[in-house]
């Protein structure tokens, strides 16, 4: 039987819409589950927690990406399937998991989906799933807040980005790998488990949920006059052969930088620089859909 972990608030109304129309399709179709709603955030911890002791069979995020998290977050290690329902506003996990966001393709994953193990990561101490990361990101992501009330999806995003482009800077970093180390003035610095953040912008094209290694994107060194440019070819996922672009997998990376940097983790900002960044193989059961 599936269980629903389902946040009513989630993309700005966008959940409550789509949640309606998935209810209406289950009992349609005569399928069983059941529903708890998280009624603040943190709540979908708890929530997960008590799924797991009632046995429930396949525990499903209902939401967007911070519930995705959330929930996630208790199942780590657990042995017991997740899902994915995406009705958030960036839904970024997602896409890196070829899961639908159309309703009625989204529920055949849930029923007929690989239930197959994937990476998680660690940012220091901090449990995530799809990007970690610092810099420019986290900037957007901060200006994306004020538009997120107005635009959905990946508008609220590009606006966010643009915004961030006025404030630009950059920053001094020393990072070391198992393989290497370099310094560089970073404008973004990525740790990725998925391939997508903000709403669809495609930071790590060639990364693998459960090749047990995150891929590494680090733009540096460039002016306000060439970061559009570079911007535009990275929003679609095309700026691995840029010359200010470097582009790694590797199993952990530690990052060191001249001034406390704030941390982005699958879209909340949680922490700061100095950070280790560590792949965790094979943490999560999760249900994904056909690759494509």
């Known amino acids: 039987m599936l269980h629903f972990i389902f946040n009513p608030i989630a993309?700005?109304?966008?959940?409550?819409?789509?949640?309606?129309?998935?209810?209406?399709?289950?009992?349609?179709r005569g399928i069983e589950y059941t529903v708890s709603c998280s009624e603040y955030p943190g709540h979908s911890h708890a929530l997960t927690q008590q799924a797991v002791k009632d046995g429930r069979e396949i525990i499903v995020?209902?939401?967007?990406?911070?519930?995705?998290?959330?929930?996630?977050?208790?199942?780590?290690?657990?042995?017991?399937?997740?899902?994915?329902?995406?009705?958030?506003?960036?839904?970024d996990l997602a896409r890196a998991l070829n899961i639908p966001q159309d309703t009625i393709e989204a529920l055949d994953v849930l029923l007929n989906g690989e239930a197959r193990e994937i990476d998680a990561a660690k940012a220091n101490d901090?449990?995530?799933?799809?990007?970690?990361?610092?810099?420019?990101?986290?900037?957007?992501?901060?200006?994306?807040?004020?538009?997120?009330?107005?635009?959905?999806?990946?508008?609220?995003?590009?606006?966010?980005?643009?915004?961030?482009?006025f404030g630009l800077k950059l920053s001094r970093v020393r990072i070391t790998s198992p393989e290497e180390t370099f310094e560089?003035?970073?404008?973004?610095?990525?740790?990725?488990?998925?391939?997508?953040?903000?709403?669809?912008?495609?930071?790590?094209?060639?990364?693998?949920?459960?090749?047990?290694?995150?891929?590494?994107?680090v733009i540096s060194d460039v002016t306000r006059l060439t970061v559009i440019s570079v911007l535009s070819k990275f929003i679609k996922g095309r700026h691995l052969a840029l010359p200010m672009v470097k582009y790694f997998k590797t199993t952990q990376i530690s990052v060191e930088s001249e001034r406390p940097l704030q941390l982005q983790l699958d879209g909340e900002v949680i922490g700061s620089t100095p950070v280790t960044f560590k792949v965790l193989p094979k943490a999560l059961l999760i249900k994904t859909g056909k690759t494509p």
Do not use: W
Not at 19 to 28: A, I, P, T, Y
């Open 61 to 91: 995020a209902a939401g967007g990406d911070g519930t995705v998290r959330e929930v996630a977050h208790e199942l780590v290690g657990k042995g017991v399937t997740m899902g994915i329902f995406p009705c958030g506003t960036g839904n």
């Open 126 to 165: 901090d449990l995530y799933f799809n990007v970690a990361g610092f810099g420019f990101d986290v900037d957007v992501l901060i200006n994306t807040e004020r538009f997120k009330k107005r635009f959905k999806g990946l508008t609220a995003y590009v606006l966010g980005l643009f915004s961030a482009l």
């Open 11 to 28: 993309g700005h109304g966008i959940s409550q819409k789509k949640f309606k129309e998935l209810e209406e399709l289950l009992k349609k």
């Open 184 to 217: 560089c003035s970073a404008l973004l610095v990525a740790a990725c488990n998925g391939t997508h953040f903000g709403g669809g912008m495609n930071v790590a094209p060639k990364a693998d949920t459960s090749d047990g290694l995150l891929d590494i994107c």
